[in-house]
């Protein structure tokens, strides 16, 4: 077994694809990549927040912090005793983020996010001072308050492709987005509504820098722009009756996580 990983420095940029191009998109991306080690999974999130959902929205417009905080798992029916991840991402204000996380129950981190209860499966002391803040700076309940769903094919890049340097650049693909805000768990299902439209896929490509010039090629060939979107933020303001929706971004590169 692989160790976890529990610190990133990657950059993420987002497109909006449509169904109707996604099989010949793949094709050409495997010129240039292989499927990952498990390329085909489902990921459930857990999004703790306020009951007014003031960490989303100082997210959203910057008023405090950059951060999201999220249970997920990789299992498609997990149990009180599985192994989720809990992670925190952040952004600064140059736009460099870093993604921290640590392995334990739903249980366990449920009881940590909500009362602060630590158990010997919880020993990341970065995570954990993170977590203690978060509950200073809101001082108000932390809880589930959103579940988010969808399917996943993930790409990664061939160890050598001729005329350029490796870049371990990762391709994910999901589609099938689900959410609900009623009844967060990770216990009852994937049912929800759906966040897109049943045409639409999110691509995400995650590389430590610049996207190589094959990868550039490949996106002018297909006339994808990169796009401003959160999953989080859109089933926000589906929920409480606001438009929202993916918009190209002219003006960032994308976002840095390490």
Same mark, same amino acid.
């Given at each position: 077994?692989?160790?976890?990983?529990?610190?990133?420095?990657?950059?993420?940029?987002?497109?909006?694809?449509? #169904?109707?191009?996604?099989?010949?998109?793949?094709?050409?991306?495997?010129?240039?990549?292989?499927?990952?080690?498990? *390329?085909?999974?489902?990921?459930?999130?857990?999004?703790?927040?306020?009951?007014?959902?003031?960490?989303?929205?100082?997210?959203?417009?910057?008023? #405090? =912090?950059?951060?999201?905080?999220?249970? =997920?798992?990789?299992?498609?029916? *997990?149990?009180?005793?599985?192994?989720?991840?809990?992670?925190?991402?952040?952004?600064d204000q140059e736009g460099v983020g870093r993604k921290f996380r640590l392995l334990s129950t739903p249980i366990s981190i449920l009881n940590f996010?909500?009362?602060?209860?630590?158990?010997?499966?919880?020993?990341?002391?970065?995570?954990?001072?993170k977590v203690k803040k978060l509950h200073q700076d809101y001082k108000q309940a932390i809880k589930p308050r959103m579940y988010i769903y969808y399917? =996943?094919?993930?790409?990664?890049? #061939?160890?050598?492709?001729?005329?350029?340097?490796?870049?371990?650049? =990762?391709?994910?693909?999901?589609?099938?987005?689900?959410?609900?805000?009623?009844?967060?768990?990770?216990?009852?299902?994937?049912?929800? $509504?759906?966040?897109?439209d049943d045409n639409t896929v999110i691509m995400e490509i995650k590389a430590p820098g610049n996207k190589p010039q094959w990868l550039q090629d490949?996106?002018?060939?297909?006339?994808?722009?990169?796009?401003?979107?959160?999953?989080?933020?859109?089933?926000?303001?589906?929920?409480?009756?606001?438009?929202?929706?993916?918009?190209?971004?002219?003006?960032?590169?994308?976002? $840095?996580? $390490?």
């Amino acid at each position: 077994m692989k160790p976890i990983e529990t610190s990133f420095k990657r950059i993420e940029t987002k497109y909006i694809v449509s #169904k109707e191009i996604l099989d010949k998109l793949i094709q050409d991306l495997k010129e240039y990549s292989v499927e990952d080690d498990y *390329p085909i999974s489902t990921i459930s999130n857990i999004y703790f927040d306020t009951e007014d959902f003031a960490v989303l929205q100082d997210d959203d417009f910057g008023n #405090k =912090r950059k951060e999201k905080v999220r249970m =997920r798992t990789y299992l498609s029916q *997990p149990k009180a005793d599985s192994q989720v991840f809990l992670e925190i991402k952040t952004k600064d204000q140059e736009g460099v983020g870093r993604k921290f996380r640590l392995l334990s129950t739903p249980i366990s981190i449920l009881n940590f996010m909500t009362k602060g209860h630590l158990d010997a499966s919880i020993t990341d002391t970065v995570v954990i001072e993170k977590v203690k803040k978060l509950h200073q700076d809101y001082k108000q309940a932390i809880k589930p308050r959103m579940y988010i769903y969808y399917d =996943r094919y993930s790409l990664k890049e #061939k160890k050598y492709i001729e005329g350029y340097d490796y870049n371990k650049i =990762r391709i994910t693909i999901d589609q099938n987005l689900i959410y609900r805000d009623e009844n967060v768990s990770l216990f009852a299902g994937n049912q929800g $509504a759906p966040l897109l439209d049943d045409n639409t896929v999110i691509m995400e490509i995650k590389a430590p820098g610049n996207k190589p010039q094959w990868l550039q090629d490949i996106l002018d060939k297909y006339g994808l722009m990169e796009h401003k979107f959160s999953k989080y933020s859109c089933a926000y303001h589906k929920s409480q009756g606001l438009p929202y929706g993916p918009r190209p971004s002219i003006e960032s590169a994308g976002t $840095a996580y $390490a």
